[in-house]
């Protein structure tokens, strides 16, 4: 079965860099979502990378798959304090509905 | 483009009552889809929709019913409230449903359902 995982919180200062840490079991994943929920709001993506790249950079943020371990990476450089949201990992399958399984989600806060 | 919006934002129910969440959006998508959200548990998928006039169940259907009769709508009915139906909805679109290439999915700005 599918199963996203993430750790709940984090916690940097501001200016420091951010890795928010998501692992997936679903081995036929064509893409991974990085989406961010800001306090009662939706989500809004971020960015997204398909399954047969390693890395993908926009702007301040860098986006690591190792696909062999299946672990996906967010890192956000220079956090600033408009960057305290929560954030969703999802994976996607080719001819999966435009479904997504999202992760648990987790929480950044950027401190001072 | 007012983009997808739900209502209402907030709702109180009593276990038994029935309601429908709204859901719009005024993009032309064909897939709009209906999940919810409870702690620690990320979102998890309920219903969606192809198009109009095609619905399927997603992860967590129990409970919940949804139609799709025009492109714009996709309500969610909850015909029998439960306690453990308390959570936050999110209704969310996208142009396409194929899946074969990346389809960006908009999220409207969730309804916050406590069933007492």
């Known amino acids: 079965g599918e199963d996203v995982e993430q750790s709940l919180f984090l916690s940097v200062r501001e200016g420091d860099s951010s890795v928010i840490n998501c692992t997936y079991t679903?081995?036929?994943?064509?893409?991974l979502y990085w989406y961010k929920q800001e306090p009662g709001a939706g989500l809004q993506l971020l960015t997204y990378i398909f399954s047969n790249m390693d890395m993908k950079q926009d702007q301040r943020l860098t986006v690591l798959l190792n696909k062999k371990d299946k672990h996906l990476s967010l890192r956000i450089a220079d956090t600033q304090t408009g960057d305290s949201a929560i954030y969703f990992c999802?994976?996607?399958?080719?001819?999966?509905?435009?479904?997504?399984?999202f992760g648990t989600g987790t929480q950044l806060k950027v401190e001072l | 483009n007012a983009g997808v919006t739900q209502t209402p934002k907030f709702q109180v129910l009593k276990t038994g009552q029935s309601m429908t969440l709204q859901c719009a959006q005024d993009?032309?998508?064909?897939?709009m889809s209906w999940y919810r959200q409870d702690p620690g548990m990320g979102l998890r998928l309920i219903h969606y929709?192809?198009?109009?006039?095609?619905?399927d169940q997603g992860e967590v259907p129990n409970g919940y019913n949804v139609s799709r009769s025009t492109t714009e709508d996709f309500p969610l009915r909850l015909l029998s409230a439960a306690p453990s139906q308390t959570s936050v909805y999110f209704c969310?679109?996208?142009?396409?449903?194929?899946?074969?290439?990346?389809?960006?999915?908009?999220f409207g700005p969730g309804t916050r359902l406590t069933v007492l």
């Open positions: 999802a994976e996607g399958i080719t001819g999966g509905g435009n479904k997504l399984t």
């Open positions: 969310a679109s996208s142009f396409t449903f194929t899946g074969g290439t990346f389809d960006t999915q908009y």
């Open positions: 679903d081995s036929s994943s064509t893409y």
């Open positions: 993009m032309n998508h064909e897939y």
């Open positions: 929709s192809v198009g109009a006039g095609i619905t």
